[in-house]
C-alpha cells in the first residue's frame, strides 16, 4: 500500500476548492485566462500595501545584524509585543506579549491550539458552513468533531450549538467575518455564547474554549467594526494571519492570541509554544516577523473588496439568485437553483464559471463564490451568468 487507509478516504472527500481550481487550469489552457471566471480560490489578487513594500526595502538595505538565526520558538519580543498592543487597544484588556505566540499562518496557529488542548477522543464543535480543513485539523490532534448548524441567517443558533455540548468537548470553532458566507456574528451573539459555554463549564467541571479563526477581521463593509471576541468571551483564543489584510497569503505569517482572562494562562503559554516546536513549525519566518511588527493597523484597500461585493450581488440578486449579503470577507455564498449543488456547478461550468459546492462545506444546497479576482474578470462573467440563469428558467 502506497499510503494510509485514512488518507486515502480523506482523500477521496477532500477539498472542492482545489478540484475546481484544477478544472480551472484545464479551461484556462483551452479558452484563454480572461474568458474563464474562476471564483473558486479565496487567494487574494491585490498587492501588499506600501508600507509593506517600504518596510521590505529598508530591512534589505538596512538589515538587523543576526536576523537570521534561531530564536525563541514563541517568535520575537518586539513583534509579539506590537501585536499584544494593537489587541489591548481594541479590546481595552491587558495584553502582554505572554498571550502571543507567532505562527506559520492562522492553519498553523490552528493546529497549534488544537494540539494543545486535546487529548484523544476530545471533540470541537463547528459551525456549518464551515471551512472544510477544520474536520482534518482536528483528526490531525486525536480530536472529533460535532457539527452545530447555523441559523438561517448564518448566524451563531445557540440551541443547535447547546445540544451539541457534551463532556468531551473542549472547543467551539467559529469564524467571522465567515468563510463561505460573509457573515459577521454580532456582538450580541458572542456575548450569549459565551453565557452558554460559561454554564456548560460548571457542568463539564473544564473550561470550554472559543477558538475564533479571524483571518478576515480587517476585511468589513458598510462601516461595521468587528465585535472583540475577547471582549464577550473569558475563554477565548483568536487564530489568525496576515494572508488577507496585508495581501501575504503566501508568506504564512500569522498568531496565536489568547486572552488575558484565561486561568492558568501560563501553562496554556508553554503547551502551545511547545507543540509550535515539536508539530515542526518551530517558529514563524524570521523576515516576516520583523517586517509586519509595525504594520499591525495597516491593510490593504478594502473599498476595492466592496465595489466587487456590490458588483456581483447586485448583478446575481437581479437574475433572481438567493444570497445573505456578506458584511466582510471576500465570499458570496448563493442559495444553489437546483437542489444538488454539485449538479448546479457542473452546468455553470459549461459557461466557464467556476464556483464550489456548498456541500464542500458542510451546507449542501449552496455554492460559494470568492470574489478577490480581477475586477475585468468579474464584469466579463456577468453575461455568463445571465446565460445560466436563463437556461434554469431564473430570468426576471
Known amino acids: 500500500m502506497t499510503i494510509s487507509n485514512k488518507i486515502k478516504g480523506f482523500l477521496a472527500n477532500a477539498s472542492f476548492i482545489r478540484k475546481m481550481f484544477e478544472e480551472g487550469e ?32 529598508k530591512l534589505a538595505l538596512e538589515p538587523v545584524p543576526g536576523m537570521h538565526r534561531y530564536m525563541s520558538n514563541a517568535g520575537y519580543s518586539e513583534t509579539r509585543r506590537a501585536v499584544a498592543d494593537a489587541l489591548a487597544d481594541n479590546s481595552g484588556l491587558p495584553f502582554s506579549e505572554n498571550n502571543i505566540i507567532m505562527t506559520c499562518g492562522a492553519g498553523g496557529a490552528l493546529n497549534v491550539v488544537l494540539k494543545t488542548i486535546l487529548d484523544p477522543g476530545d471533540e470541537v464543535i463547528l459551525i456549518s458552513p464551515f471551512f472544510v480543513e477544520y474536520k482534518f485539523y482536528i483528526d490531525n490532534h486525536g480530536g472529533l468533531f460535532k457539527i ?19 463532556p468531551r468537548t473542549r472547543a467551539v470553532l467559529i469564524n467571522s467575518p465567515n468563510n463561505p458566507t460573509g457573515v459577521i456574528y454580532s456582538g450580541e451573539s458572542l456575548t450569549a455564547l459565551g453565557a452558554l459555554l460559561e454554564t456548560k463549564e460548571k457542568l463539564t467541571g473544564q473550561p470550554i474554549y472559543v477558538i475564533s479563526d479571524e483571518p478576515y477581521a480587517k476585511i468589513v463593509y458598510d462601516g461595521i467594526k468587528l465585535p472583540s471576541v475577547f471582549k464577550q468571551i473569558k475563554n477565548s483564543i483568536v487564530v489568525t494571519s496576515h494572508s488577507k489584510d496585508l495581501a501575504l497569503p503566501g508568506e504564512r505569517i ?6 488575558p482572562r484565561i486561568e492558568d494562562g501560563a501553562l496554556l503559554e508553554e503547551g502551545l509554544i511547545f507543540c509550535n516546536r515539536t508539530l515542526g513549525f518551530v517558529n514563524a519566518p524570521a523576515l516576516m516577523q520583523r517586517l509586519v511588527t509595525g504594520l499591525q493597523e495597516e491593510s490593504v484597500n478594502i473599498q476595492e473588496y466592496q465595489e466587487k461585493r456590490d458588483i456581483l450581488y447586485n448583478s446575481l440578486t437581479e437574475l433572481g439568485f438567493e444570497m445573505i ?32 459546492p456548498g456541500s464542500g462545506f458542510g451546507k449542501p444546497g449552496y455554492f460559494r463564490m470568492a470574489y478577490c479576482i480581477d475586477k475585468q474578470i468579474i464584469l466579463n462573467s456577468l453575461p455568463a ?3 445560466l440563469a436563463a437556461e434554469l428558467g431564473m430570468t426576471r
Open 26 to 57: 484545464k479551461l484556462r489552457k483551452i479558452h484563454g485566462p480572461e474568458h474563464v471566471y474562476d471564483y473558486t480560490l479565496g487567494n487574494p489578487d491585490v498587492e501588499p500595501p506600501a508600507a509593506f513594500k517600504e518596510e521590505l526595502k
Open 148 to 166: 452545530a448548524p447555523s441559523a438561517r441567517d448564518f448566524q451563531l443558533d445557540l440551541d443547535s450549538i447547546s445540544a451539541a455540548v457534551t
Open 254 to 259: 500569522g498568531y496565536i492570541a489568547f486572552s
Open 325 to 356: 449579503k456578506p458584511r466582510g470577507a471576500f465570499y458570496l455564498f448563493p442559495k444553489s437553483p437546483l437542489p444538488d449543488d454539485v449538479k448546479f456547478i457542473r452546468k455553470a461550468q459549461k459557461y466557464n464559471l467556476l464556483l464550489v
Open 385 to 387: 451568468f445571465k446565460a
